[in-house]
């Protein structure tokens, strides 16, 4: 790997808690004081009451909802999927298994400070990207184009996410988890979060119908607890900087210069703790989860420049993003076929189905075969890593002249697919 080399960028200083919000948490803790809006544990609801998923000292109720979705296959797979650089080497840019875990710390960090229930910010945390597809937001928009011509419907990630932990595994994940997994979309940013009002599964599985019949439904989505609002705020700060890191660290960037802001800084360390503080300072002992405008403006921009500056130009772009593209059309209908004429010797049946239905509790073979075939091939894509996946676009069409090339550890461009 080339050596590292020195970016300058303004200096912006650190922000400090307001001094009467750091008294009053030192008081209150001192005091015992519990949170009001904290959500309470004795309150959380599954959708089976099954006596095994009961809390208890050893594992409180979201300490099991963490460890359920440490151990399903989909976390796994965290680590070989793009955070946004795709198609390149390099073991010290971002993958979405690093990301959930950095949205976990930050959004701790501030959970913890406003007296919140951690255990839930975890769960919620590293589970919110479990339903991610390879290659990043990019692919999630070839994956949706296909499925929805093909289907009239529309494929969101945080919604499969909860298709995921509730549905292909059934794991007995507690509503509130996911909830937050449903409404993190830290895309849309809000000065201000107030709370839903999601308080049944009922209500969960409306929502999802909902997304997935009318995209415009995500942009409604709220967390109905202070915790899933911390974790989908704390998204945003997770990327925010860590992508200019990596964009410096690939070339795309030579400078933090080019950004723009006037308080919560360019660099990802300033970034995390201006907007932690901004956040506590604003949010303490309140029904909501809220930035001052000055800092506000400023993630806006930060969005929006990170946007124009970083992934319009990400890995994934030119003529790379045209092949991907043709390769999600051709992948995706030929699974389909595979599928539809039930060949037991595709891989969608080999790896797919056969593992899922194994490592399922909900359904067995013939059950989940007799779905629309369109929601198992996109139920097989979206849980692909981008290794797996060009890989098993080369073993189906292993004729094709198409070529994505990767910039390998010594900065030679190597082709991914094979002849």
Avoid at 177 to 198: I, K, P
Wanted: proline share 4%; with cysteine.
């Amino acid at each position: 790997m080339p050596a590292s080399k020195l970016h300058t960028a303004p200096a912006y200083p650190y922000l400090m808690l307001d001094p009467h919000i750091e008294l009053a948490i030192k008081q209150n803790r001192k005091d015992g004081w519990v949170n009001p809006y904290r959500f309470d544990e004795a309150k959380v609801i599954r959708r089976l009451p099954n006596p095994h998923d009961e809390a208890t000292l050893t594992r409180p109720a979201f300490i099991r909802d963490i460890e359920k979705i440490l151990n399903v296959p989909a976390y796994n797979r965290y680590a070989g999927k793009t955070q946004v650089f795709s198609f390149v080497a390099n073991d010290d840019i971002c993958r979405r298994g690093l990301h959930v875990q950095l949205v976990s710390r930050i959004a701790r960090t501030i959970g913890a400070a406003l007296g919140l229930n951690v255990d839930l910010i975890e769960a919620i945390a590293l589970g919110h990207d479990v339903g991610h597809t390879p290659f990043g937001h990019v692919g999630e928009r070839y994956l949706n184009e296909q499925y929805h011509e093909h289907t009239g419907q529309y494929f969101n990630h945080n919604v499969h996410s909860v298709r995921v932990l509730d549905y292909l595994y059934s794991r007995n994940i507690s509503l509130q988890t996911l909830d937050g997994v449903l409404c993190h979309n830290g895309e849309f940013a809000q000065q201000v979060l107030q709370l839903g009002t999601t308080d049944s599964f009922e209500t969960l599985d409306s929502l999802v119908t909902a997304c997935e019949q009318d995209f415009t439904t995500i942009k409604t989505l709220r967390p109905s607890t202070l915790e899933g609002c911390v974790v989908r705020v704390s998204d945003m700060i997770a990327y925010l900087g860590k992508d200019r890191n990596d964009a410096l660290a690939l070339g795309v960037l030579d400078t933090l210069d080019c950004f723009e802001c006037s308080v919560i800084g360019l660099d990802n360390a300033t970034i995390i703790n201006n907007l932690t503080v901004d956040i506590i300072n604003n949010s303490y002992g309140k029904d909501h989860i809220c930035m001052s405008p000055d800092v506000f403006m400023d993630v806006k921009i930060a969005k929006q420049q990170n946007n124009e500056l970083i992934y319009e130009r990400e890995g994934m772009s030119g003529d790379s993003s045209e092949l991907a593209h043709e390769m999600f059309v051709e992948l995706y209908d030929c699974l389909l076929a595979d599928v539809e004429r039930h060949d037991e010797a595709s891989p969608v049946f080999r790896h797919h189905v056969s593992n899922l239905t194994s490592n399922s509790r909900a359904f067995d073979v013939d059950a989940y075969l007799s779905q629309d075939p369109n929601r198992i091939v996109c139920d097989y894509i979206a849980s692909m890593t981008d290794d797996y996946f060009m890989e098993l676009y080369s073993y189906k069409f292993p004729t094709s002249d198409k070529r994505i090339n990767i910039r390998d550890y010594c900065g030679r461009l190597t082709p991914l697919a094979a002849e």
